[in-house]
């Protein structure tokens, strides 16, 4: 397979250069026009159910302008902590717009988020005498996160283990929640489950779709409550490699909508929202992370050495994941060079690549780091005294804007100025 014409970045030598030449590197850089076209195709492979709504997972990438955008396009927001929904909410999302899928919650967090008037997803049954005793009566509407225990198999691949997983509540567990509530008056149920997480096979989310399915189907015999919609959470993967092959959403769709109708419109259950939680599939392939090559080092093996670091993007040291390396203006050069590509950590696994068949670099090249616009920024952190990057949007007319500032000196000093 040639990976030099399969996995191009979505900018251009001579755009990086003038956008380099604005802005200091390392940044994330995003694509408005790939995150707008990608919110549409998702919306219309789901446009079959009525109620369908995709609160995008804000953890992946926690940044207003970003956030602002989806909302455009007609998204809620997944939030998973107190700073995320008060995010959410100064994007200008309120209400039903807002999914609230945390665990190990505390009660201010529960709190605000009824504030809000948003929707709150228990993690677990004791959770819900928690919000009682702490927070107040329950709302209307709630959701409850389901842990079916065991392997989750996707076309005889085991693709995650949730019995090892800390989230959700058991079968019985659902039940009695669901009872519960209702005696206390609650008028509104919802059910979810996040079980596989980066799944490129396109059968995945539909068989995800049919356990939640049976599993409404089963709770509304058990208890009598037919649940208001169904939410599939995220876990719809990216191509981060050349090999790989995208999803096809419109047969991710198709295969829902199968599911739908064999399982609950037989039922009577023909008006269940479908929710999504996707934070991968929305944004990773529309963020790049851009560097430069400052460094060049030849000892047992051959080593480049960018001005970026492992503070601007975790998954290849923390998960050894792959991200996909270009060379802005080397993209059809032969890839004839093995390079470890580093950052400055005092750590062993700050490297962006290792091994990696790349084309010769020079000191100055602008290397581009694929795949980053989702648990990239977002998991940046201080460490070796690092200041975390600038966040840079490429307009769909193809000029940029500063979307987050790259923090500072005083930033990283703020916390500690009163205690030397
Ligand atoms: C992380 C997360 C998501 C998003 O997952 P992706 O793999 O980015 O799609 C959705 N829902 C919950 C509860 C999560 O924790």
Not at 362 to 368: E, T
Request: aromatic share 10%; charged share 25%; proline share 4%.
């Amino acid at each position: 397979m040639d990976h030099r014409r399969t996995k191009l970045p979505f900018v251009t030598k001579e755009q990086l250069d003038r956008i380099c030449a604005e802005y200091p590197t390392p940044f994330h850089l995003y694509d408005e026009r790939g995150i707008r076209e990608n919110a549409r195709r998702l919306l219309k492979a789901f446009s079959w159910n009525k109620g369908f709504k995709e609160f995008f997972a804000v953890k992946a990438t926690p940044t207003p302008a970003i956030l602002k955008i989806l909302h455009e396009e007609g998204c809620g927001v997944d939030c998973s902590s107190i700073i995320e929904l008060k995010m959410s909410e100064q994007c200008g999302f309120s209400g039903s717009e807002i999914m609230f899928s945390s665990n190990d919650t505390q009660a201010r967090e529960f709190a605000y988020c009824t504030k809000l008037g948003g929707t709150i997803n228990f993690d677990d049954y004791t959770h819900i005498a928690y919000y009682e005793k702490n927070v107040g009566p329950l709302p209307e509407t709630v959701c409850c996160r389901y842990n079916p225990g065991g392997d989750f198999l996707v076309t005889n691949d085991i693709m995650d283990t949730p019995g090892d997983a800390k989230y959700g509540m058991t079968y019985d567990q659902l039940c009695d929640a669901f009872h519960y509530m209702q005696t206390k008056g609650v008028k509104r149920f919802g059910i979810h489950a996040f079980l596989a997480s980066n799944v490129l096979a396109d059968e995945y989310y539909p068989m995800l779709a049919r356990v939640m399915f049976d599993l409404a189907v089963r709770l509304k015999r058990d208890t009598g409550i037919a649940v208001s919609f169904v939410n599939l959470s995220g876990g719809i993967g990216v191509p981060y490699k050349p090999k790989d092959r995208p999803c096809n959403i419109d047969v991710i769709g198709e295969g829902v909508r199968r599911a739908y109708a064999e399982t609950l419109v037989p039922e009577g259950m023909d008006n269940v929202a479908i929710y999504t939680e996707l934070g991968r599939f929305m944004l990773a392939p529309y963020g790049v992370l851009v560097a430069h090559a400052q460094h060049e080092k030849h000892i047992y093996k051959e080593y480049i050495g960018l001005d970026a670091c492992c503070a601007d993007l975790m998954r290849p040291a923390m998960y050894g994941a792959y991200h996909h390396i270009t060379v802005a203006g080397k993209e059809d050069a032969p890839l004839d060079h093995l390079y470890d590509v580093t950052g400055s950590l005092c750590e062993n696994n700050d490297k962006f690549a290792v091994d990696r068949a790349l084309p010769k670099i020079d000191i100055g090249d602008i290397v581009v780091i694929h795949d980053t616009g989702a648990h990239g920024h977002a998991m940046g952190y201080n460490y070796n005294g690092k200041l975390r990057s600038a966040e840079i949007l490429l307009c769909e007319d193809g000029s940029t804007r500063m979307i987050r500032r790259a923090e500072t000196e005083e930033d990283y000093f703020a916390t500690t100025k009163d205690f030397f």
